[in-house]
């Protein structure tokens, strides 16, 4: 099970500029790669939209050894419903937290050399002011769930994550690997709300294993989204992935990790690229012009 290891989360942007902005010049990530896609995924990873789309990886690092970010622009959509199933990516990073300070984005303290910032679009980013570890900065993604006994068998027993601490009936810490990013599962007592702009986190395991855990989730009666399937992306790897749901019905893609480390080398031109798409994506001076506005999901 150890083979299996945390990559990204996906984010729904509506404003690639401003989210460029919070992602580089804030947090101090860098752009890993940029593509763009004629219609929608058949795994939906864009969401449940069939038109022109874009995917931006944002990291510290190669996704090799890195939780990174996957920034998903669905052109002509310009906001999306925040719920209550993401709760916040924490970091450590100081350089981070000056960042912010320097360029004014706003920061809220909320503990000891803790600091809330939010991306555009509202995502929660819990920063830690401390300085950035030489490995991966990134510590954990929080999910919001409704029992937690559940969603914690389902996450163990099921996808054979590791538990490394409990607080009581509030939170579960877990984990593939004490090197990666965790995942914390926490309780708020009532329904999970995705919201139109709800994710999706993304786990690598060997290729031989995805038909497997198909199989595991159909015997445990489980919410299978997308059934095994092949996935192209232009002049680059096709990946095999599985979409599967927790009882929150929270989003989780696992990717086949062998192709999966050839599709996501960086790539040097990812910076070009994605000011490329920007600097040709007129939608925004089309909306103003005829006096409209973007489609809010």
């Given amino acids: ?37 004629e219609e929608g995924c058949k ?33 002509g959509v310009g ?19 000056s960042n912010a300070k320097r360029l004014g984005w706003p920061l809220t303290e909320v503990g000891k050399a803790l600091y809330l910032a939010e991306a555009p679009g509202g995502y929660r980013f819990y920063l830690v002011d401390k300085e950035q570890p030489p490995n991966d900065p990134v510590q954990k993604v929080c999910l919001a769930v409704s029992d937690l006994q559940k969603s914690t068998h389902y996450w163990s027993s099921l996808l054979g994550m590791k538990v490394i ?53 159909t015997k445990e009666n489980q919410k299978i989204l997308t059934p095994l399937v092949s996935l192209d992306t ?11 749901a927790d009882p929150d019905a929270h989003e989780i893609c696992f990717v086949g990790d062998e192709a999966f480390r050839q599709l996501s080398q960086m790539d040097p031109s990812g910076n070009a690229l994605l000011a490329k798409a920007m600097a040709e994506d007129k939608s925004d001076d089309w909306f103003a012009k005829h006096n409209k506005q973007k489609a809010s999901a």
């Fill in 43 to 75: 795994a939906t990873c864009n969401g449940p939209y069939d038109g022109k789309w874009s995917k931006t990886m944002v990291g510290f690092g190669p996704e090799d050894d890195h939780f990174v970010a996957e920034l998903t622009y669905n052109y």
């Fill in 165 to 217: 601490e409990r607080h009581e009936e509030k939170t579960v810490l877990m984990g593939f690997a004490d090197t990666q990013c965790k995942l914390e599962l926490h309780n708020i007592g009532g329904t999970v709300d995705h919201g139109t702009a709800f994710g999706r986190i993304a786990f690598s395991c060997p290729r031989e294993q995805l038909a497997d855990l198909e199989a595991l989730m």
């Fill in 234 to 244: 232009p002049g680059k790897a096709t990946v095999e992935v599985v979409i599967l």
């Fill in 1 to 37: 099970m150890n083979l299996r290891r945390a990559l990204h989360f996906v984010f729904k942007v509506g404003d690639r500029s401003k989210t460029a902005t919070f992602y580089r010049d804030v947090l101090g990530m860098k752009i890993l790669r940029h593509e763009e896609f």
């Fill in 79 to 97: 906001e999306y419903r925040l719920g209550n199933d993401f709760l916040g990516l924490t970091l450590q990073s100081s350089q981070a937290v």
